[in-house]
């Protein structure tokens, strides 16, 4: 940390402090203590060190991360310099007492008041929920902010479950996107609209951005429109999916397996539209593939079927932890799964997939049907050479 204060509360910063510099020196005589525990902290300086103060116990101190890293200090040094360059007057390593919060940066607007984090280390989605409820509880918006090189710029893009936490929602544009900070090239990557592939992978489009072209806390958010190459990697992971299933998920007591001798059904029987492109499938922890075919399974199993049954379906397999929802930076809809149901219905009846009668729906007479291991990859290539540009004009629209 770069803050710490004498035993009569008086600050005493670091920021921007040489190692050689006397002072560091004269610090080192002096008793400071830590402004969220009160407990005594040391200056650490040297030629491979940004002079900081470090906790001289062990023990944990609730309202600050412990062995801060090098990585991190610089990164908040470049981003005080960033928002003083902005007439926003920051403050460095700013204590909420009444939660027993230290934030990195405190950032406050005509409109409101930040906490910003740049979040360095692993950290659980519950104990990040946690640190942000407290925060909103006194007013001030949580703004976490992910380093910039924990991810390749690529048009494909893994993320962990831990950087999946920092994904956000644009009501503005309607889409999920990532923030990066990089203090080394002194500049923002946004990663626009993310598609899930799998449960780690994402089809992306990112832009890189100078520092100095952003205004805090307006970043650009491209309105983004998928095109014919996103959907063909969508197409190739979906088949890769299958493919991994087969070769690896063979025991009865997995969920997938038991529901595909149920119903007597061959993986490679599952129709092309299963694992649509649908905006939905960023909200589930897995291939589009997998929350897609439990629901096929459950359309097959009756002659007509409702939207009321395939939630249920939903429901049932959420809750059992067959399925799971991502973690994002703020919580999902609350009505997210009936949403999921509504626009894939909605896509098969413009596809002719299905038929509405009343309240409920058949499935149509499908030439693929007849779909197998001998004839997959042509039903597959037949379907989508027929059904693309509808399916991308729909989720563009949408």
């Known amino acids: 940390m770069l803050i710490a204060e004498t035993l009569l509360g008086e600050q005493v910063s670091l920021y921007q402090e040489k190692h050689n510099n006397p002072r560091i020196n004269a610090l080192r005589s002096q008793q ?3 402004p969220s525990c009160k407990t005594t902290v040391l200056v650490k300086a040297g030629k491979k060190v940004i002079p900081h103060f470090a906790h001289q116990s062990k023990a944990s101190c609730t309202g600050f991360s412990e062995n801060e890293s ?17 007439s926003l007057h920051p403050e460095l390593e700013k204590t909420y ?6 934030a990195d940066l405190a950032i406050k607007t005509s409109h ?12 659980s989605a519950e104990l990040q929920r946690i ?3 407290d925060y909103r509880q006194i007013g001030v918006i949580p703004f976490w902010i992910l380093p910039a090189e924990f991810i390749q710029k690529a048009s494909i893009i893994k993320l962990s479950s831990f950087h999946q936490q920092f994904i956000r929602y644009s009501h503005l544009t309607d889409q999920y996107y990532l923030l990066t900070y990089s203090f080394e090239e002194q500049s ?18 990112y832009t890189t951005l100078p520092q100095n072209e952003i205004r805090f806390p307006s970043y650009p958010i491209s309105i983004y429109q998928i095109t014919e190459k996103m959907y063909e990697s969508h197409l190739k992971m979906n088949e890769k999916w299958l493919i991994n299933i087969f070769k690896y998920r063979k025991s009865v007591r997995d969920p997938l397996m038991r529901k595909l001798y149920e119903n007597a059904v061959s993986l490679f029987e599952t129709p092309p ?28 199993s009756s002659h007509v079927f409702y939207n009321t049954h395939l939630i249920g379906e939903l429901k049932q397999l959420m809750h059992k932890r067959v399925l799971n929802a991502r973690s994002y930076m703020e919580p999902l809809p609350s009505d997210f799964l009936e949403v999921a149901v509504e626009e894939l219905l909605q896509l098969l009846l413009e596809c002719k997939l299905i038929n509405k009668h009343q309240n409920g729906y058949t499935l149509t ?18 379907f989508h050479d027929e059904k693309k540009n509808l399916i991308i004009k729909e989720y563009n629209r949408r």
């Not at 930040?114 to 979040?119: G, L, M, R, S």
């Not at 589930?284 to 075919?293: H, K």
């Open 32 to 34: 400071l203590r830590c």
């Open 70 to 86: 090098i990585f991190h200090l610089q990164a908040k040094t470049s981003l005080y310099q960033w928002f003083t360059q902005q």
């Open 97 to 102: 007492h009444e939660i027993n919060r230290r």
């Open 112 to 123: 409101a008041e930040f906490a910003v984090e740049f979040q360095c280390s692993p950290l």
């Open 131 to 133: 640190r942000s409820s």
């Open 188 to 205: 923002f990557t946004i990663y626009h609209h993310l598609i899930p592939l799998s449960k780690t992978l994402f089809a992306t489009s």
């Open 273 to 300: 539209w299963v694992g649509v492109l649908l905006k939905s499938n960023v909200y589930f922890s897995c291939s589009p593939m997998e929350w897609q075919f439990y629901l096929y399974l459950k359309i097959r």
């Open 365 to 382: 007479p499908l030439e693929s049907n007849g779909i197998c291991a001998h004839n997959r990859s042509e039903m597959i290539k037949k």
